[in-house]
């Protein structure tokens, strides 16, 4: 029978997301979460004591994933992949950058969240408005490059843009 350690093991490298050691136990059917956080931690142990490409996250949960050294290969390998509501905000953003954020959320209302998860992949930035206590939110070069647009990306996408943002101002 295949220790609890490597299950848990199993359950981090399948699931793309933090998990909590209750939801781990759930998953592997584990009544003793104890047992669960013993194996976790004993897990946690041997990945930070090999020279390994992966580690194992516990800042809020955890997580299976590569270390940041080597992040530059996965990017190259795994292109960034959008919800289609992220990639709408994306495509209001692209539009009528730079934006307020708190312009943004007229158009898209989860603009906060997408914003987040836009800027940690490097498509967007954020930056003090004149003011000091608001954001303007604008395309970054990585945008440019991961949509293979060259020249003024202003007029190349206003048409389309305003196509797809016809249909699109509410979240899916």
């Known amino acids: 029978m295949e220790s609890l350690k490597s299950r848990i093991e199993a359950v ?6 933090v998990l909590q050691i209750k939801d781990i136990a759930e998953i ?15 897990l946690i ?11 194992i996250d516990d800042e809020n949960g955890y997580i299976l994933q590569v270390k940041t050294e080597h992040m530059d290969i996965v990017e190259k390998l ?5 919800s289609k509501p992220v990639l709408k905000t994306l495509t209001v953003i692209a539009l ?5 954020q708190a312009e943004l959320k007229v ?3 989860n603009a906060y969240e997408h914003i987040q998860e836009l800027v940690e992949k490097g498509l967007v930035a954020k930056t003090r408005d004149k003011n000091g206590r608001s954001f303007n939110v604008s395309t970054t070069p990585k945008f440019a490059e991961y949509f293979k647009l060259k020249g003024d990306l202003r007029s190349l996408m206003k048409q ?4 797809l943002l016809k249909n699109s101002t509410t979240d899916d």
């Open 107 to 109: 158009y898209r209302s």
């Open 45 to 55: 142990m041997d990945y930070s004591s090999r020279d390994s490409a992966l580690e």
């Open 160 to 163: 389309d843009l305003e196509d």
């Open 28 to 42: 592997l059917e584990e009544n003793d979460e104890n047992a669960v956080e013993e194996a976790m931690l004993d």
């Open 78 to 82: 795994c292109p960034v992949e959008l």
């Open 96 to 100: 009528k950058e730079p934006i307020r």
């Open 12 to 17: 981090l490298f399948t699931t793309a997301r």
